[in-house]
Nanobody, 124 residues
Framework: QVQLVESGGGSVQSGGSLRLSCAAS????????MGWFRQAPGKEREGVAA???????KYADSVKGRFTISQDNAKNTLYLQMNSLKPEDTATYYC??????????????????WGQGTQVTVSS
């Protein structure tokens, strides 16, 4: 059974930093990509960053140069380092796992498993 549990959300001022973590269990597949998504109130869920088993990385244009996705395979943990945060980054952030994809994918269609989400609030 796949489980994804996010942590690390919180409230910061504009320009601040946060690091989100996602502890994964039950992922025993060789073809898998991992990603971070976010959803703000009244808006659609959007892909923020993704990392493939082949090491490829993808970022949404809105976070390039500010966010970094990484993973520690020994700890089965996915991270999202968020720097230079802006009020428009305020959202619930979700960790997700996509089975059958070897490369990084930002589209939600590729993801079958989702965490419960962690709230990030950036004040101006």
């Amino acid at each position: 059974q796949v489980q994804l549990v996010e942590s690390g959300g919180g409230s910061v001022q504009s320009g601040g930093s946060l690091r989100l973590s996602c502890a994964a269990s039950g992922l025993t597949y060789s073809r898998i990509c991992m990603g971070w998504f976010r959803q703000a109130p009244g808006k659609e869920r959007e892909g923020v960053a993704a990392i493939g088993r082949d090491g490829t990385l993808k970022y949404a244009d809105s976070v390039k140069g500010r966010f970094t996705i990484s993973q520690d395979n020994a700890k089965n943990t996915l991270y999202l380092q968020m720097n230079s945060l802006k009020p428009e980054d305020t959202a619930t952030y979700y960790c997700a796992a996509g089975l059958g994809y070897y490369t990084a994918v930002l589209g939600a269609y590729a993801y079958s498993y989702w965490g419960q989400g962690t709230q990030v609030t950036v004040s101006s």
